[in-house]
T-cell receptor, first 114, second 116 residues
Framework: ETGVTQTPRHLVMGMTNKKSLKCEQH?????MYWYKQSAKKPLELMFV???????ENNSVPSRFSPECPNSSHLFLHLHTLQPEDSALYLC?????????????FGSGTRLTVV | AQKITQTQPGMFVQEKEAVTLDCTYD???????LFWYKQPSSGEMIFLIY??????QNATEGRYSLNFQKARKSANLVISASQLGDSAMYFC?????????????FGAGTRLFVKA
């Protein structure tokens, strides 16, 4: 039990498909994040949700659509992706506003767009 | 603008020896936090250690210590007594401000190889 669970671990999808990535945290944290990790590039922050409200959207294309129905769940809906969207997508959670702390990350979803 | 630089794409260390992974940062905010994460081949990012900008002592967590040199804006990670399981990617990260985690940025990472 890592505290942050991501499913699926691996996903191969065509450019016309629609799929969703799921993230669930069991830590009682109040903030959740989506990061993209591509080869040879630093981690890129995509979206941040604090108390189920989106507080950050780093100029992510509209083919990525986040959803946070409650403080424990975070989704990333994917549609009409491009091959360059192939990457490791990492979900993280944290407890904000209570002193120093790090993120707790999930194991990631390895996405391949064909 | 905040920035994190890790200049070592890869490092080799002999098992049981110590190794230092470099990290420099740039920020105009006097209040910030510095983090190190480990990413094994499984993909999960694991939080290792934290250093606050106002902390007087260097942070330590078991075999991990953070060599914080504020004037040089460096926050190097020192791993003592390396183990084969330490082979992984290591990322330095920074967050500005006291409470907000929303602006944490990551460096490009250093891949550490521990040799038997």
């Amino acid at each position: 039990e890592t505290g942050v669970t991501q499913t699926p671990r691996h996903l191969v999808m065509g450019m016309t498909n629609k799929k969703s990535l799921k993230c669930e945290q069991h830590l009682g944290h109040n903030a959740m994040y989506w990061y993209k990790q591509s080869a040879k590039k630093p981690l890129e922050l995509m979206f941040v949700y604090s108390l189920e409200e989106r507080v950050e959207n780093n100029s992510v294309p509209s083919r990525f659509s986040p959803e946070c129905p409650n403080s424990s769940h975070l989704f990333l809906h994917l549609h009409t992706l491009q091959p360059e969207d192939s990457a490791l997508y990492l979900c993280a959670s944290s407890q904000e506003g209570q002193g120093p702390h790090g993120y707790t990350f999930g194991s990631g979803t390895r996405l391949t767009v064909v | 603008a905040q920035k994190i630089t890790q200049t070592q794409p890869g490092m080799f260390v002999q098992e049981k020896e110590a190794v230092t992974l470099d990290c420099t940062y740039d920020t105009s905010d006097p209040s910030y936090g510095l983090f190190w994460y480990k990413q094994p081949s499984s993909g999960e990012m694991i939080f290792l250690i934290y250093q606050g900008s106002y902390d007087q002592q260097n942070a330590t967590e078991g075999r991990y210590s953070l060599n914080f040199q504020k004037a040089r804006k460096s926050a190097n990670l020192v791993i003592s007594a390396s183990q084969l399981g330490d082979s992984a990617m290591y990322f330095c990260a920074m967050r500005e401000g006291n409470t907000g985690g929303f602006k944490t940025i990551f460096g490009a990472g250093t891949r550490l190889f521990v040799k038997a």
